[in-house]
């Protein structure tokens, strides 16, 4: 298991710098075998050292490429595949473990299809206004957001686009299907929008 400051979506790419000596030797582990290990965001604390206090629920990821530099840090890209509970955490000796389960997938109850549209536009409206505002880039025009036609996948990535903190990410992550995380979503880019108007318009 990798704690993170950041929440990992499935379906959603993410660069990684591994340096801690425990996560050196997990990471060999990893990619001595099926190259999988899982992540969950740590809710108090901090990333180096322990101690912390970790989400139960997490996201199973995979190591699509590595790179070991000279003093013995790695560069790291993995993906999001799957979310996982954690039913309990093992021993943090040589590194973070847990006995894991995916939750059983379910048809989404409700058609995710008409408020895609609507996400989509929100999360690019969100991040024009902070780049306008000069904290951040704007997503560019030929990015697709779509999953490739899967309403599913385009969920998780809107929601890795999306301008919103850790918490609000983690309540995304745990969100009832597709529609209601979109739902979510939307609702998350208008607060947002409403604040950056108001600061835009009283500079």
Do not use: K, N
């Given at each position: 298991?990798?704690?993170?400051?950041?929440?990992?979506?499935?379906h959603?790419?993410?660069?990684?710098?591994v340096?801690?000596?425990?996560?050196?030797e997990?990471?060999?582990?990893?990619?001595?075998?099926?190259?999988?290990?899982?992540?969950?965001?740590i809710?108090r604390?901090?990333e180096?050292?322990?101690?912390d206090?970790?989400?139960?629920?997490?996201?199973?990821?995979?190591?699509?490429?590595?790179v070991?530099?000279?003093?013995?840090?790695?560069?790291?890209?993995?993906?999001?595949?799957?979310?996982?509970?954690?039913?309990?955490?093992?021993?943090?000796?040589?590194?973070?473990?847990?006995?894991?389960?995916?939750?059983?997938?379910?048809?989404?109850p409700?058609?995710?299809?008409?408020?895609?549209?609507?996400?989509?536009?929100?999360?690019?409206?969100?991040r024009?206004?902070?780049?306008?505002?000069?904290?951040?880039?704007?997503?560019?025009?030929?990015?697709?957001l779509?999953?490739?036609?899967?309403?599913?996948?385009?969920?998780?990535?809107?929601?890795?686009?999306?301008?919103?903190s850790a918490?609000?990410?983690?309540?995304?992550?745990?969100?009832d299907?597709?529609?209601?995380r979109?739902?979510?979503?939307?609702?998350?880019?208008?607060?947002l929008?409403?604040?950056?108007?108001?600061?835009?318009?009283?500079?």
């Open positions: 298991m990798f704690p993170l400051s950041a929440v990992v979506f499935p959603v790419s993410l660069p990684l710098h340096f801690e000596p425990r996560y050196r997990m990471l060999r582990e990893c990619l001595a075998g099926d190259q999988r290990f899982g992540t969950v965001l809710e604390g901090s180096v050292g322990g101690g206090q970790r989400s139960l629920l997490g996201t199973r990821c995979v190591v699509t490429q590595a070991e530099l000279p003093d013995g840090r790695w560069f790291l890209q993995a993906r999001g595949e799957a979310l996982i509970e954690v039913e309990r955490w093992l021993s943090d000796d040589p590194y973070p473990a847990a006995l894991v389960t995916e939750p059983v997938p379910v048809p989404d409700e058609d995710p299809g008409p408020v895609l549209a609507e996400a989509t536009r929100r999360v690019r409206r969100a024009a206004l902070l780049a306008e505002h000069g904290d951040g880039a704007a997503v560019p025009a030929d990015v697709t779509d999953g490739g036609g899967d309403p599913e996948v385009a969920s998780w990535q809107l929601c890795a686009a999306a301008p919103v918490y609000d990410a983690q309540r995304l992550l745990a969100a299907g597709a529609a209601a979109l739902r979510f979503l939307v609702e998350l880019m208008e607060d929008e409403g604040d950056l108007e108001r600061m835009l318009t009283s500079e």
